[in-house]
């Protein structure tokens, strides 16, 4: 979170023409040696402990191998389908579902750019946004669009929400969209006032309660919207008036019954009352990202890479380095924390942060892991799904 640029896509799309043809040299050399399928001995226990170990219960590749230099970025969390029976992974490739048992692909709904938050599934309908502004409504049996892909006018890097009557999607720089779920039309919209052109890391998604819809925008403000119509029911300045780049890039997060935890990204993270918004606590952390509430205690990652994890009151409890560039997406499975990092899926202890495993397929991975009992779904950056086991 330490750049600052308009877009990561619009960012490529600027590149010189001799800085494509160096990028283009170094793909061909990157495909010369192309990862290994992973398997159990990808697993990297450090000196700490050995005892969480993990095995692949199966991979499936949903799209090529990248051809340019860069690694891509798999953003989407993975997700359960109501009936258990498959876990729908979005992407590059559009969005799929693959069996939880094998893995055998159920079917996969191709979008024409990538889907980088994650979907919602409601009254066996999956709901999802791809990075060009399309919205689509997907028949969770089959896979087939139920209404026209709903256009927006910009781009869109968050997951959707959804409740009875809508779906909420947050587009850049900042504007919170109810879609009916029955057209696929715009009821409302709401746009932050703002004249920023630039955004640090995207947008959060939206986050529901009761009747209200929360996110974040680029000005650095929490807004809490009547899901009605959109009317504003409250506001927050994340961070100082004189701080430049506060853009809150996360999704808000509840903590414990009346409380929301959100993070700016020069602002720090904050815990604001979901009734009013009045800021309850504040933490000072450059380069905040997206906060994680696990039981009474918030994690998150700074920019400099460190895990935090704070009390319920925001006290830290403890911190530490990561080292293997984390994206900020995290999931809990017992005493586990489960770190996404380019360096590959990083295990760490709840009680202080030390590492104690790691699972590399040689792209790394972005966003957070599912976990379902002893069973992790996750999406490499190189389009791998994989269905892994996790014993102690």
Do not use: C
Not at 149 to 168: E, I, M, N, Q, W
């Amino acid at each position: 979170m330490s750049l600052i640029v308009p877009n990561r896509r619009h960012a490529r799309l600027a590149m010189s023409r001799a800085g494509l043809v160096g990028l283009t040299l170094l793909a061909a050399s990157a495909l010369l040696a192309v990862p290994r399928a992973a398997s159990a001995g990808d697993i990297h226990p450090n000196a700490y402990s050995a005892s969480p170990t993990l095995s692949v219960h199966w991979r499936v590749r949903l799209n090529k191998l990248p051809i340019m230099a860069w690694k891509p970025h798999a953003t989407a969390e993975p997700r359960l389908t109501r009936d258990g029976l498959g876990v729908i992974f979005a992407g590059t490739h559009g969005v799929a579902v693959l069996r939880v048992s094998d893995g055998a692909e159920l079917w996969r709904f191709a979008t024409a750019d990538a889907v980088e938050g994650h979907v919602a599934e409601r009254d066996g309908v999956i709901y999802a946004a791809a990075a060009d502004g399309q919205v689509f409504a997907l028949d969770r049996g089959t896979g087939r669009s139920l209404w026209s892909s709903t256009k927006l006018r910009a781009a869109v890097h968050a997951g959707v929400a959804v409740d009875a009557r809508f779906l909420y999607v947050v587009a850049d720089p900042g504007t919170v969209h109810a879609i009916s779920r029955k057209t696929g039309k715009v009821v409302w919209r709401r746009s932050a006032s703002t004249s920023r052109e630039f955004l640090v890391e995207g947008h959060g998604s939206a986050m529901l309660h009761r009747n209200l819809v929360l996110a974040g925008t680029a000005a650095g403000r929490l807004l809490a919207l009547s899901t009605r119509d959109g009317a504003i029911a409250w506001q927050a300045l994340l961070g100082d008036r004189a701080t430049t780049y506060t853009d809150v890039d996360s999704t808000p997060v509840r903590l414990g019954p009346s409380l929301v935890v959100a993070s700016a990204h020069n602002g720090g993270v904050f815990a604001l009352s979901l009734s009013d918004g009045a800021i309850v606590w504040r933490k000072k952390l450059s380069g905040a990202r997206q906060p994680w509430v696990h039981g009474s205690s918030v994690y998150l990652i700074a920019g400099d890479g460190d895990l935090h994890a704070l009390e319920a009151d925001g006290r830290r409890r403890w911190a530490r380095n990561v080292q293997t560039q984390p994206s900020g997406a995290m999931a809990f499975a017992g005493d586990l924390i489960l770190i996404p990092t380019a360096g590959g899926l990083v295990l760490a202890r709840q009680k202080d942060g030390v590492s104690v495993a790691r699972f590399d397929d040689g792209y790394g991975f972005s966003g957070a892991p599912l976990v379902v009992g002893n069973r992790i779904f996750t999406l490499s950056n190189a389009g791998v799904a994989y269905s892994l086991l996790l014993s102690r």
